[in-house]
């Protein structure tokens, strides 16, 4: 596995070493142990999650203030534009973003650790999105930043009209939201 963190150091992108012949494909998508040395982190998860999208269904940008929860997301069919915000007052990125493609193709994931918003938008016709957390769901303390907040100035692919849930479309901006500290 070769682990890249991204601009914003906490943020992690993984891509596990893929098998392939004629059968097609084998990897090991986690492996607990070597998550922690990619990582430096000792976080267990508790809780697995699955989606299944359509084309331009945007997602997010999601947290919990309390429970925050880490993710470790990949794309088992498909493909997104994946996004992690920094919404921790104290660190030094705070506000700041970074996005990547993630798609069944490449097999990569992304760790988006507590204290981050994190959403992502459908590229491909459809897709389908897991993701791990570190803490369980916790709806009374979810929470949502719009998307296209002004200050944080996300470059989402063009092209794109967003296809919002009622939820998400009741986002805030960072400037009005619930933050860590």
Known sequence: MQATRLA???????????FGDA?????????????????????QFVQDNHSRSAKGVLRGL??????????????????????????RKSS???GKWVG??????????????PGFAHGFVVLSETAEFLYKTTDYYA????????????????????????VLSAKDQLGVTLRNAELFS
């Open 92 to 94: 030094p990125t705070f």
């Open 139 to 162: 709806p009374e303390h979810e929470r949502c930043i719009a998307w296209n907040d002004e200050e944080l100035a996300i470059q989402w692919p063009l092209g794109l009209t967003p």
């Open 8 to 18: 914003i150091p906490d943020v992690v992108l993984i891509e596990p070493k893929v």
């Open 23 to 43: 059968r097609r494909f084998f990897y090991e998508c986690f492996n607990q142990r070597a998550f922690n040395q990619a990582t430096g982190t000792a976080y």
């Open 100 to 113: 990547t493609e993630l798609s069944a193709d490449d097999h990569r994931q992304l760790w988006v650790p």
């Open 62 to 87: 999601h947290y919990q203030i309390q429970q925050p929860q880490g993710k470790l997301v990949r794309v088992v069919q498909g493909a997104v534009f994946d996004v992690a915000v920094d919404i």
